[in-house]
């Protein structure tokens, strides 16, 4: 066992306007909003089959951290990669890079990556295999 990191709690992510992001976080990409605050601008949703929340707030003046819109490399996983890019946008989301099987010697995957409102990159890889 690591004697630094025991686990993961929570990603979070810095946004603009928290009621654009919890619109886009529940209905294009059906995440179930776990807690909210408005005076905080703070919420947090569930991610399927993980104890890892997402978390967002809005960036307080001063405060540390990546600015809202700069996140990248935060991976998500689908079965079929091209069927959720899709939906996605057909919800109104933003598909940043097409889907596309990679072959590399030994190895196959699938991925696509999606913004938030912000400009926040995820990716969406098919699970491995």
Do not use: C, M, W
């Given at each position: 066992m690591s004697d630094v990191?025991?686990?993961m709690q929570a990603v979070s992510?810095?946004?603009?306007d928290i009621k654009r992001?919890?619109?886009?976080?529940?209905?294009?990409?059906?995440?179930?909003?776990?807690?909210?605050?408005?005076?905080?601008s703070r919420a947090a949703f569930a991610i399927p089959d993980s104890t890892t929340?997402?978390?967002m707030h809005v960036m307080g003046e001063g405060e540390n951290g990546r600015d809202p819109g700069t996140v990248t490399g935060i991976i998500f996983t689908h079965v079929d990669p091209f069927a959720a890019c899709e939906t996605i946008r057909k919800?109104?989301?933003?598909?940043?890079?097409?889907?596309?099987?990679?072959?590399?010697?030994?190895?196959?995957?699938?991925l696509g990556v999606f913004a938030d409102p912000d400009g926040n990159e995820f990716v969406?890889?098919?699970?491995?295999?």
């Open positions: 990191i025991q686990g992510v810095h946004i603009r992001a919890r619109a886009f976080y529940t209905e294009v990409l059906g995440l179930k909003e776990v807690s909210y605050s408005e005076e905080f929340l997402l978390t919800r109104g989301g933003t598909i940043t890079s097409e889907p596309v099987t990679v072959q590399r010697p030994g190895v196959s995957y699938t969406l890889r098919a699970p491995r295999t």
